[in-house]
């Protein structure tokens, strides 16, 4: 072998081991690339679905998807995933606590009374959910957005229904809504409350004030602050009521005591009387006998005149004697009666003021303060007459419930006092209206409940649309402005022995609610 060929043959060797070198370098070349190109899809991929988690975290994983965009060493990589490694890591833990507060919270929910807070599909799932075994984002996350999206439709449903009933577009008192709920009920309660009250003249005008408090809406504080001045006219009033009681039967003690005086008196004159009047007759006796033996006893008919004459006179005497002494005992006795008479006289009027008084006073809390209509307390007493009277002839008996129309927007939009005359005046239409076959109440605020005896239900609801068409007629004028009041009845009569007070009272009351949903100023039958 020449030296020439030797070294071709080193040559080519050295030329293969390079080629081979070269495509082993190309393969690894093409590996890595493909590995980089796998790394960044996956990456890509990852991106997409943390995208938004985190914003530290996206900027992490931007800055690494540029370096694979443009070949980068190993270590440049390396560092990078080693970095975001770590953040994840801190994370992680911050992630745990977060599932943990979001658990407490669905289980808070789910667990809640006040379950009308979310509707009963998110409750469901959310009570699934807590009964899986362990909890991850992936499973708590949803459940979180739909608990999140629940919250809001049971906010808007509270702020529109706010923004109806109250006029009121503020959004923190929509917050507040179950709250103001509540807080309305009161109101309305206190309401009826006080229309149940009346003390005369003397707390018109405090009573009057905390009514018209009382239909604007208030906070908490203030309708604590109405409550408790209520509590203090009451209580004034109680007061007022057993001072004059004890004035009444302090009178009446007196009185007894005069008349017990009396009797004592005329008992004891009478007992001295019947003693001085035996006393005159025992003398008259012995007058009569000393007269007798005196003319049995005479000889001489001189002396004897004498005699008679000295004895008669005696004689006169003591008839006289005891006819002042009868006189006198009359005159006292009659003194002392004509004193007891005068007395029971003065007794016997208080005791009829009393009595007016305290049937007034039955009355009056049975009244209506503002429309003078028997009040709901003596709707419930009347109620209960009619039913059992109906329990037993079965005579035709109506309940009727009428709701004045959008009263809120009277008060709003012309004031509280034209709110009081509108109630007044339809009171006085419903009377004329339903004549005297009717028992008419307020039932509390712009509710008017009716009871028609007598009436079956056809006649009843000619009547109530007659009663409808002729508020509707009624020319309002407040502020200078003509408006048109409206109002809905809903009424039910009793049919079957299964009928109570309570479920006939709940069908009108339906009617009245279905006359509302279907536009109002309606009258609907149950
Ligand atoms: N002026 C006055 N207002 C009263 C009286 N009692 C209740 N109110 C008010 O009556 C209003 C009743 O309003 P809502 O229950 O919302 O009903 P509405 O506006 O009549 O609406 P609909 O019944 O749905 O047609 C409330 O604003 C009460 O404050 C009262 O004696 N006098």
């Given at each position: 072998?020449?030296?020439?060929?030797?070294?071709?043959?080193?040559?080519?060797?050295?030329?293969?081991r390079?080629?081979?070198s070269?495509?082993?370098?190309?393969?690894?070349?093409?590996?890595?690339?493909?590995?980089?190109?796998?790394?960044?899809?996956?990456?890509?991929?990852?991106?997409?679905?943390?995208?938004?988690?985190?914003?530290?975290?996206?900027?992490?994983?931007?800055k690494?998807?540029g370096?694979?965009?443009?070949?980068?060493?190993?270590?440049?990589?390396?560092?990078?995933?080693?970095?975001?490694?770590?953040?994840?890591?801190?994370?992680?833990?911050?992630?745990?606590?977060?599932?943990?507060?979001?658990?407490?919270?669905?289980?808070?929910l789910?667990?809640?009374?006040n379950?009308?807070?979310?509707?009963?599909?998110?409750?469901?799932?959310?009570?699934?959910?807590?009964?899986?075994?362990?909890?991850?984002?992936?499973?708590?996350?949803?459940?979180?957005?739909?608990?999140?999206?629940?919250?809001?439709?049971?906010?808007?449903?509270?702020?529109?229904?706010?923004?109806?009933?109250?006029?009121?577009?503020?959004?923190?008192?929509?917050?507040?809504?179950?709250?103001?709920?509540?807080?309305?009920?009161?109101?309305?309660?206190l309401?009826?409350?006080?229309?149940?009250?009346?003390?005369?003249?003397?707390?018109?005008?405090s009573?009057?004030?905390?009514?018209?408090?009382?239909?604007?809406?208030?906070?908490?504080?203030?309708?604590?602050?109405?409550?408790?001045?209520?509590?203090?006219?009451?209580?004034?009033?109680?007061?007022?009521?057993?001072?004059?009681?004890?004035?009444?039967l302090s009178?009446?003690?007196?009185?007894?005591?005069?008349l017990?005086?009396?009797?004592?008196?005329?008992?004891?004159?009478?007992?001295?009387?019947?003693?001085q009047?035996?006393s005159?007759?025992?003398?008259?006796?012995?007058?009569?006998?000393?007269?007798?033996?005196?003319?049995?006893?005479?000889?001489?008919?001189?002396?004897?005149?004498?005699?008679?004459?000295?004895?008669?006179?005696?004689?006169?005497?003591?008839?006289?004697?005891?006819?002042?002494?009868?006189?006198?005992q009359?005159?006292?006795?009659?003194?002392?009666?004509?004193?007891?008479?005068?007395?029971?006289?003065?007794?016997?009027?208080?005791?009829?003021?009393?009595?007016?008084?305290?049937?007034?006073?039955?009355?009056?809390?049975?009244?209506?303060?503002l429309?003078?209509?028997?009040?709901?307390?003596?709707?419930?007493?009347?109620?209960?007459?009619?039913?059992?009277?109906?329990?037993?002839?079965?005579?035709?008996?109506?309940?009727?419930?009428?709701?004045?129309?959008?009263?809120?927007?009277?008060n709003?939009?012309?004031?509280?006092?034209?709110?009081d005359?509108?109630?007044?005046?339809?009171?006085?239409?419903?009377?004329?209206?339903?004549?005297?076959?009717?028992?008419?109440?307020?039932?509390?605020g712009?509710?008017?409940?009716?009871?028609?005896?007598?009436?079956?239900?056809d006649?009843?609801?000619?009547?109530?649309?007659?009663?409808?068409?002729?508020?509707r007629?009624?020319?309002?004028?407040?502020?200078?402005?003509?408006?048109?009041?409206?109002?809905?009845?809903?009424?039910?009569?009793?049919?079957?022995?299964?009928?109570?007070?309570?479920?006939?009272?709940?069908?009108?009351d339906?009617?009245?609610?279905?006359?509302?949903?279907?536009?109002?100023?309606?009258?609907?039958?149950?």
């Open positions: 072998m020449t030296e020439l060929t030797v070294t071709e043959q080193k040559l080519a060797q050295a030329t293969k390079l080629q081979e070269i495509q082993s370098r190309q393969r690894l070349e093409r590996q890595y690339e493909r590995d980089t190109q796998r790394l960044n899809t996956f990456i890509g991929s990852f991106f997409q679905t943390v995208l938004g988690v985190d914003s530290v975290l996206d900027q992490k994983l931007l690494l998807r370096q694979l965009q443009k070949n980068p060493s190993v270590d440049s990589i390396e560092a990078a995933l080693e970095d975001i490694n770590d953040y994840a890591q801190s994370q992680q833990l911050q992630i745990q606590r977060l599932l943990k507060d979001g658990y407490d919270i669905l289980e808070h789910a667990n809640s009374r379950e009308k807070l979310l509707p009963t599909p998110i409750l469901t799932s959310i009570k699934q959910t807590l009964a899986l075994p362990a909890l991850s984002v992936t499973s708590i996350t949803p459940l979180l957005v739909n608990v999140i999206h629940g919250l809001q439709q049971t906010y808007q449903q509270f702020a529109t229904k706010n923004a109806v009933n109250d006029g009121d577009n503020n959004p923190t008192a929509a917050i507040e809504s179950i709250s103001l709920e509540r807080l309305k009920q009161w109101r309305k309660e309401i009826n409350l006080l229309s149940m009250l009346d003390f005369g003249s003397r707390d018109e005008v009573l009057q004030t905390i009514r018209q408090k009382l239909t604007q809406q208030l906070s908490r504080d203030q309708l604590l602050e109405q409550c408790i001045k209520l509590i203090r006219i009451v209580l004034a009033s109680i007061r007022e009521e057993r001072k004059s009681a004890q004035h009444f009178e009446l003690t007196d009185t007894l005591t005069s017990q005086q009396t009797v004592a008196t005329s008992k004891e004159s009478q007992q001295l009387g019947n003693q009047q035996n005159l007759t025992d003398k008259l006796t012995s007058n009569v006998q000393a007269l007798s033996n005196t003319i049995e006893h005479a000889s001489d008919l001189v002396v004897l005149k004498q005699q008679v004459q000295q004895q008669l006179r005696k004689l006169a005497e003591t008839v006289q004697q005891k006819k002042q002494l009868e006189e006198a009359q005159r006292k006795l009659s003194n002392q009666f004509s004193e007891l008479e005068s007395r029971a006289k003065d007794f016997q009027q208080q005791a009829k003021e009393y009595k007016k008084r305290l049937s007034e006073q039955r009355f009056k809390s049975l009244q209506d303060s429309t003078r209509l028997p009040n709901r307390a003596a709707f419930e007493e009347r109620f209960a007459l009619e039913y059992k009277r109906w329990q037993k002839t079965k005579a035709p008996l109506v309940v009727a419930i009428a709701d004045v129309d959008h009263f809120k927007r009277i709003d939009n012309y004031g509280h006092t034209a709110g005359k509108t109630l007044q005046v339809i009171a006085n239409v419903l009377k004329k209206s339903l004549g005297q076959a009717a028992f008419i109440s307020r039932y509390g712009e509710e008017f409940v009716m009871l028609l005896a007598d009436s079956d239900s006649s009843a609801l000619k009547l109530l649309e007659r009663a409808r068409t002729t508020v007629e009624i020319p309002f004028r407040f502020k200078n402005e003509d408006i048109s009041i409206t109002i809905s009845f809903g009424m039910a009569d009793f049919q079957s022995s299964l009928d109570t007070m309570s479920s006939v009272f709940e069908k009108a339906n009617a009245l609610y279905k006359a509302k949903s279907e536009g109002r100023d309606i009258v609907i039958r149950a």
